[in-house]
């Protein structure tokens, strides 16, 4: 499989096969059926919707969705929706979850539900993908929303989910750039030394399949210009296909310029589970929740 390397190939790959079912809990917002119907369209996925059938049906009419007939189980209240959601994937009745309007606690808590629930691995973590030229590729950047302030071994649990990830997009040997302020270890900046140890440990074999190297400064690790100037010689910097960041606030920090001031197209999903997880905020555009379904598709 050749690397993909736009949001645009994201959607092709999406749309090969059979449309893959996507169990949506608790879908009583706009943004997510307009998504879901464009989705569908498309020939991404089939939607099967746990919630309220009267909400639904009323906002479908709202917006004019007259053509969209997803199948709707009914749900008295939101932790039930998630739990048929949740449960109807690990059953293997569908291959993809999407969260709705429903509070994000409710719905990890389901997913992590220790009877029914789809946890594989033993971190989950959020994944964001956009693109860059120059080379023309995705980068894949983490945790913008789940993992506060994750230690070292955190760090390589959310760099192997990311790694997972790349793979799945044809990125056979990913360069992962582990972020920080600046490109040198400093005892000051916790960031730094994980960093370092981080790429250490790649160099000596204890992560697979990928090439890790930092710290590197973001400008660094997506630009060969800003990388030549400051004289780092690595194999990762200005080509990096993965940023792991420090913490949440950097991460999300990041997400969102990338969203709303730079405007390239984002899609994100959680990895970790069993299955590929579509959870994106209330503020992400219907154009960010449609490439999110697109990618969970991609990778299903």
Known sequence: ?????????V????KQGTPRTIAVACPHDDDVLLSLDRATTAGMVRPLLFGRHAVIE??????????FRPEIVECADDASGVELAVRTVRSGEA????????STGTFLKGILNKEFGLRDRPLLSHVAVFETADPQRLVIFTDVAMNIAPDLAQKLQILENAVGLAHRLGIERPKVAVIAAVETVNAEMPATLDAAALAKMAERGQIKGCVVDGPLALDNALS?????????????AGL??????????????????IGLVAKCPLAAVIVGASA??????????GETKFNSIALAAAIS
């Open 1 to 9: 499989m050749s690397p993909v390397t736009s949001i645009r190939q």
């Open 11 to 14: 959607h092709a790959l999406a």
């Open 58 to 67: 009323s906002l479908c009419a709202k917006l004019h969705l007259d053509a």
């Open 95 to 102: 291959q993809m979850l999407m969260k709705g309007l429903v």
């Open 224 to 236: 060969v210009e800003a990388a030549r100037h400051k004289g780092i010689v690595s194999p990762v």
């Open 240 to 257: 990096a296909d993965v940023l792991l960041l420090p913490d949440i606030e950097a991460g999300n920090v990041l997400y969102k310029a």
């Open 276 to 285: 590929p997880v579509v959870l994106t905020s209330r503020a992400d555009s």
